[in-house]
Each structure stands twice: as structure tokens, then as C-alpha cells.
């Protein structure tokens, strides 16, 4: 079985497996949708619609495959609640390995402020949870500790027993996010402001950025957040020549191999 047709089985067992109410029919457009996606790298209807006419053992042109695309896209099945079930279930089927989840707020103009819980995976974020609000308005409290934020909402995606690795930037690099990732057993990497006060194994405290020098880097262990109360961590502090600044993380893991894949990248 060639590639594409391999994939395209792969992926319409995983919706059928996932959904077994779903309809044939509908699994099927669905699967020529997400197939032509991959081929095209791309979620414009008219492109996507090229895809399925190259990719797809069909005779139909990509001005049918556009039309059958716009049908699928007002198909009354195909809701959040679908999308939710079928990750689940492949999330399910992969190896139980480390999973990375990337939390990132996103501005559109003054208009939207977008939250997303995504999953990392060869290069791609793969969203699995996420919250909209407008934008330009003040808030007294951050998006992600409204209750249930949607960094913890990913979690239910997820096998139980995957460890789980929650990567932030520096809006989220304070206790009151990476307390509530701890309490469900996970692990949490977060960029921090140079000015976070760190509480060295043996040495008095100091601001992080103070622990690097331009073209070199340092790994220490000690405590960080001293206004809200000591939090053991792992500190990591990196400049690269060519950055304007270091990049600065604290983390609650152990060990040195994500340590130096930091440094690294």
C-alpha cells in the first residue's frame, strides 16, 4: 500500500474507531479533508481542494473537490465535541512517551485574545484546548486561572499514565500558573523575567539574569519566586551571541537531558 492511500486508511479507522456514530459518508469527506491538508500544508478550501483531486483516486475536478469541501465544512456532525474524541483516541493508539504542552496567549489587534493549550509534535502545535475572549479589556484576573484554565483542560486528552511537560513563556512564568500544572502531577518549563529573585544552594539570592554572561550558560538548582513564597526549581540561563538577551527558564523537573536540549535549540 502506497503512502497515501496507507494514511488515508490510518486516519479514516481513527475517526470511525474514535466515532462509530459517525456516518460513512461523512468520515470519509473528512478524511479527504485532513489528507489533502497534509499533502498541501495548507487550509485554504481552494487549495485543500486541489489536494484532494491530486492525492485522491477520484476523477472528480478540484472545483467538485471545493464543493464537496464547503458541504463537509456545514456537515452538522462535525463539532468541537467530535474533534475532542477523536484526538483523545489517537492520543490513545501513540506511544506512551513524554508529551510536551505548549501554552501560548495570542493578540489579534485590539480585538481578540486567544489562549491555546497546544500539542507539540515535530515542529507542529496541535491545538488541543482553547479559550477566546475580546480583547483591549481590563481584567483583574488572568485568562488561564479562570477556572478550568485551558492549560489544565488539555489534560483530558491525554492517557493518565503520559507524563506531561507544560512549556510557557514569561506571561506565565509565576507560581500561580505553575502551582496549578504541579497539583496534577505534571511537569512545567517556564520562561522568567530577568529581574525573578533566585535563591541558590548555598549562596545568597540574587536577580536570574545576573547568572549569565553573553556566549555562555549556567544550570543551578535552588528556589525561585521569593515574593509568593520559595519554590524549589532548576534554573537554566543561555545567551547566544548572536540574541539581544539571555533566555532564562526555571523549571520543577529533574535531571539534565531536557537541560541541555534547551540549551541547544
Known amino acids: 500500500m502506497s503512502?497515501?492511500?496507507a494514511l488515508t486508511h490510518w486516519i479514516n479507522t481513527i475517526l470511525i474507531t474514535a466515532v462509530p456514530t459517525l456516518s460513512s459518508w461523512t468520515a470519509r469527506r473528512l478524511t479527504d479533508w485532513l489528507v489533502s491538508i497534509l499533502l498541501m500544508q495548507s487550509i485554504t478550501t481552494r487549495l485543500v481542494a486541489w489536494g484532494c483531486a491530486l492525492g485522491l483516486s477520484t476523477a472528480a475536478h478540484a472545483a467538485s473537490h471545493e464543493r464537496r469541501l464547503r458541504r463537509t465544512y456545514r456537515d452538522a456532525q462535525l463539532q468541537w465535541s467530535l474533534y475532542r474524541v477523536v484526538l483523545a483516541?489517537?492520543?490513545?493508539?501513540?506511544?506512551?512517551?513524554?508529551?510536551?504542552?505548549?501554552?501560548?496567549?495570542?493578540?489579534?489587534?485590539?480585538?481578540w485574545t486567544l489562549l491555546t493549550a497546544a500539542l507539540w509534535y515535530h515542529?507542529?502545535?496541535?491545538?488541543?484546548?482553547?479559550?477566546?475572549?475580546?480583547?483591549?479589556t481590563r481584567r483583574a484576573t488572568?485568562?488561564?486561572?479562570?477556572?478550568?484554565?485551558?492549560?489544565?483542560?488539555?489534560?483530558?486528552?491525554?492517557?493518565?499514565?503520559?507524563p506531561v511537560v507544560v512549556v510557557a513563556d514569561r506571561a506565565f512564568g509565576c507560581p500561580a500558573f505553575t502551582d496549578q500544572v504541579a497539583a496534577y502531577g505534571w511537569g512545567w518549563v517556564v520562561r522568567v523575567q530577568g529581574h525573578t529573585r533566585i535563591q541558590l544552594r548555598?549562596?545568597?539570592?540574587?536577580?536570574?539574569?545576573?547568572?549569565?554572561?553573553?556566549?555562555?550558560?549556567?544550570?543551578?538548582?535552588?528556589?525561585?519566586?521569593?515574593?509568593?513564597?520559595?519554590?524549589?526549581v532548576t534554573v537554566v540561563a543561555t545567551w547566544q551571541v548572536a540574541c539581544a538577551e539571555p533566555l532564562l527558564l526555571v523549571s520543577n523537573?529533574?535531571?539534565?537531558?531536557?537541560?541541555?536540549a534547551a540549551i541547544g535549540d
Not at 205 to 221: A, K, N, Q, S, Y
Open 3 to 5: 503512502s497515501i492511500p
Open 89 to 111: 483516541t489517537t492520543l490513545h493508539l501513540a506511544p506512551n512517551d513524554p508529551v510536551t504542552v505548549i501554552i501560548d496567549e495570542t493578540t489579534h489587534t485590539d480585538r
Open 123 to 136: 515542529g507542529r502545535a496541535i491545538p488541543l484546548a482553547w479559550m477566546l475572549h475580546l480583547g483591549n
Open 142 to 162: 488572568a485568562l488561564w486561572m479562570i477556572p478550568p484554565p485551558s492549560s489544565i483542560a488539555c489534560g483530558r486528552s491525554s492517557p493518565p499514565t503520559t
Open 202 to 232: 548555598g549562596h545568597t539570592e540574587t536577580m536570574i539574569r545576573t547568572l549569565v554572561t553573553r556566549g555562555h550558560h549556567v544550570v543551578r538548582w535552588g528556589h525561585a519566586f521569593k515574593k509568593v513564597g520559595w519554590r524549589s
Open 253 to 260: 523537573r529533574g535531571g539534565t537531558a531536557w537541560l541541555w
